[in-house]
């Protein structure tokens, strides 16, 4: 083989490990499963009173308030770090979150009271909009201020038929007095929310292109998405409808022991036609995970089918995404690998007619190792630190 040749493939594999590394990570792995999410609860008294419980983590608060509440090791926030960091949270609270009239004038504001709530901090605000007349509309940046990739959900009243709302970087206003958003607007907010988490949700990214990298033909790949649909709808809807609810602290190290699973496999097997079997089994855990982001992000009860159906929709349209666009990548980086190393690039025939692709197996067992490393690291993080 030609020196030139060999050291511009081997420069080339490198090359997309390490592209491949930076694309998947994005952010620190420790923010693998960061949701990014605030959630205010509107309560709509008489007299033009207003009252909100707005909801964040306590590593939330820290990022917008600068202070030091949460507490890394037990994922906690901590009561008495709260109470003596509670003057610059009420600023910030104050200078982000608002109640208007439709000529701008801004009903008094008051923050009452702050609570920490195991990993969360709920802080408790008063608005006085009775001197404030026409529609009040509530106008808030919180965590979008400092991650524009967050969002807010805002629940108007306290029944049954509540009105939801989702506050963004691009969009922060909604009324509290006019109509609540309609039935498209559930369908939307929770189809995007839905494809955002599989963007950012990089450990689940991991696992499906992980228990793909062998896979050279298109049959095998819709076995294995498939059955890895089908199984995570089902313990999302389990877990959604309160069936059965499993803790965070147990299905996100499993979540991460599964993605080292199928890293260590493509060392040892290439056989894809099985795969769509364990694939069914873990994508029940990863099911689990996808329910406790969609509990936190808030369910409308009286769209509750249609807001479970349209996340699940997302979480596929998202998926079908990524395997889209990395399986075409990974084989035309493979096939170029081949030129370069004077190999013919051309698909195999068996003897019973079975098209496949010659696959590039430095390539496969580098890109295994770093998904493997990944899974290594967020399982650690997810039980000892």
Known sequence: MNPRRSGAAASLVLGVAVLFAVLLTGRAPAQAHEIN??????????????????????????????????????????????????????????????????????????????????????????????????????????????????????????????????????????????????????????????????FIGYDHIAFIIGVLLWASRVWPVIKVATSFTVAHSITLSLAVLDIVDIPGEIIEPLIAASIVFVAVENFFSRNMERR????????????FGFAGVLKEFGLPSDALATALVTFNVGVEIGQVTIIALFLPALLLVERGLRGAMGGSGEPQVSADGTVTMARNVPLIYGLSGIIGALGVYWLIERTLL
């Not at 509530?138 to 959900?153: G, K």
């Not at 769509?276 to 099911?287: A, E, R, S």
């Open 37 to 198: 999410l605030v959630s205010t609860l509107f309560s709509i008294g008489e007299g033009r009173q207003f009252s909100a419980e707005i909801r964040l983590k306590g590593s939330d608060v820290d990022r917008v308030a600068g202070t030091n509440i949460h507490d890394k090791g037990s994922d906690l926030a901590k009561p008495e770090a709260l109470a003596a960091a509670e003057t610059p949270i009420r600023a910030y609270f104050k200078d982000h979150a608002a109640l208007l009239g439709t000529d701008g004038a801004a009903c008094p504001m008051t923050v009452d009271q702050m609570i920490a709530e195991a990993d969360h901090v709920t802080t408790l605000v008063n608005w006085d909009c009775s001197a404030v007349p026409g529609e009040i509309v509530y106008r808030s940046d919180i965590l979008t201020s400092v991650e524009p990739s967050a969002r807010q959900i805002v629940v108007l009243g306290e029944d049954v038929d509540a009105g939801q709302a989702q506050l963004t970087a691009d969009k922060t206003e909604v009324s509290v007095t006019g109509p609540p958003p309609s039935l498209f607007d559930v369908v939307l907010e929770y189809t995007y929310s839905g494809i955002m988490h599989i």
């Open 276 to 287: 769509w079997k364990y694939t069914f089994f873990i994508g029940l855990i990863h099911g």
